[in-house]
Nanobody, 122 residues
Framework: QVQLQESGPGLVKPSQTLSLTCTVS??????????WSWIRQPPGEELEWIGAIFATGTTTYAPSLMSRTSISRNTSKNQFTLQLGSVTPEDTAVYYC??????????????RGQGTQVTVSS
């Protein structure tokens, strides 16, 4: 079955760029109708969708984060990557990569990784 696994540094300094990679096994990120998304959950808050990349390579981002977000992929490794620039402590969260059908809304059925804690602090 399809599995997703996040990797990347757990601590990032303010103003730097957060970079996380999602490795997908059991299925290709270049086929199907799925959203391959990055989602985060700050402490005490709900899940927040960040953006996604499609099988075609097209990307879409949350308007509130679009100016400092980039999602790309490495098809030879079946991976997709999140870069979030100019981070502040408000970007501290558990970050998940996920697969879903259709735009993300609260309650959308997600196939996601276990998540990785990212803390923004000097």
């Amino acid at each position: 079955q399809v599995q997703l696994q996040e990797s990347g540094p757990g601590l990032v300094k303010p103003s730097q760029t957060l970079s996380l990679t999602c490795t997908v096994s059991g299925g290709s990120i270049t086929t199907g109708i799925y959203y391959w998304s990055w989602i985060r959950q700050p402490p005490g808050e709900e899940l927040e969708w960040i953006g996604a990349i499609f099988a075609t390579g097209t990307t879409t981002y949350a308007p509130s984060l679009m100016s400092r977000t980039s999602i790309s992929r490495n098809t030879s490794k079946n991976q997709f990557t999140l870069q979030l620039g100019s981070v502040t402590p408000e970007d501290t969260a558990v970050y998940y990569c996920a697969r879903h059908v259709g735009p993300y809304r609260s309650g959308t059925s997600l196939l996601r990784g276990q998540g990785t804690q990212v803390t923004v602090s000097s």
